[in-house]
Nanobody, 124 residues
Framework: QVQLVESGGGLVQAGGSLRLSCAAS????????MGWFRQAPGKEREFVAA????????DYAGSVKGRFTISRDNAKNTVYLQMNKMKPEDTAVYYC?????????????????WGQGTQVTVSS
């Protein structure tokens, strides 16, 4: 069982930046593909970004491409989401997820483990 703990959420003004972190309990963390998703009130959970096992391959939702960056440090069992030029529409609960496949994943059902989520609020 992989435990995922997100941190780094909070309140930021439009145009500002935040960095989310997700620490994993699993010592074989480097074998997992990782992703970030978000869920706004009244909406379905949506894909934000994904990274493969080594960090050599990443992909993003169109709405965040060019503004967000996903990365990972396998030595620290941690994945990050750097969020720049933030917009009010980025407001949501952000979730970290892990999948037992090393490659990228884009849909909720392809992930096996989830964190508890961290609130991100962007004020206009």
């Amino acid at each position: 069982q992989v435990q995922l703990v997100e941190s780094g959420g909070g309140l930021v003004q439009a145009g500002g930046s935040l960095r989310l972190s997700c620490a994993a309990s699993e010592r074989t963390f480097s074998m997992y593909g990782m992703g970030w998703f978000r869920q706004a009130p009244g909406k379905e959970r949506e894909f934000v970004a994904a990274i493969n096992w080594s960090g050599s391959n990443t992909d993003y939702a169109g709405s965040v491409k060019g503004r967000f960056t996903i990365s990972r440090d396998n030595a620290k069992n941690t994945v990050y989401l750097q969020m720049n030029k933030m917009k009010p529409e980025d407001t949501a609960v952000y979730y970290c997820a892990a999948r037992r496949r090393a490659q990228l994943g884009y849909i909720v059902s392809s992930y096996d483990y989830w964190g508890q989520g961290t609130q991100v609020t962007v004020s206009s």
